[in-house]
């Protein structure tokens, strides 16, 4: 019987309650507010991406033309320099 007493002697304190309705520290609402506005940024691209994919193809046809029209003028004006 003494071997319980000795249990119940070392029991260990119970750890603290938190309160049920905790309180946001700063660096929560700041970090909640920088993650809302890199969503915002994120869906701001993804709504622009199909118009960026335009441009860029445009840009892309445009380099190739001007490439071979560059080639066509050296070909005419005595080859490659």
Do not use: Y
Request: proline share 6%; no cysteine; glycine share 4%.
């Amino acid at each position: 019987m003494r071997w319980i007493s000795r249990l119940l002697r070392r029991r260990p304190e119970p750890a603290p309650q938190r309160p049920e309705k905790a309180t946001k520290t700063d660096g929560q609402r700041e970090a909640e507010s920088a993650l809302s506005r890199a969503r915002m940024a994120r869906r701001a691209m993804e709504a622009h991406r199909p118009v960026v994919a335009r441009v860029v193809a445009g840009l892309a046809t445009q380099r190739e033309e001007n490439h071979f029209a560059e080639l066509f003028r050296q070909a005419f004006e005595g080859g490659h320099r």
